[in-house]
């Protein structure tokens, strides 16, 4: 029995406790991607903002909704991979 705790404690709890350890390996991209992605969502969040202006000019215009939820979506994703891959 003592070797099942043993051999347990070296699969289970053993890997658990130094997964934290990956943050040292190579990032997938380096810092000049990142600003130029955070350069990205800078714009886009711009580009969200003008449509909302044209939006409060033309309310009925559907397009211009469209155009909102299509960029604020694309700064959502963008920002998710900022967030994972950036920081």
């Known amino acids: 029995m003592k070797k099942l705790i043993i051999f347990a404690t070296f699969c289970f709890v053993i890997p658990t406790a130094s997964a934290d350890e990956h943050k040292n390996e190579t990032t997938f991209m380096n810092k000049q991607e990142c600003a130029e992605l955070k350069d990205g969502i800078a714009e886009l969040l711009m580009i969200v ?4 202006k044209e939006v409060e000019k033309d309310s009925e215009n559907k397009d211009l909704y469209e155009a909102v ?6 700064a959502a994703n963008y920002s998710t991979v900022y967030d ?4």
């Open 49 to 52: 903002d003008y449509y909302w």
């Open 69 to 74: 939820a299509f960029y604020s979506q694309q």
């Open 84 to 87: 994972v891959w950036c920081n």
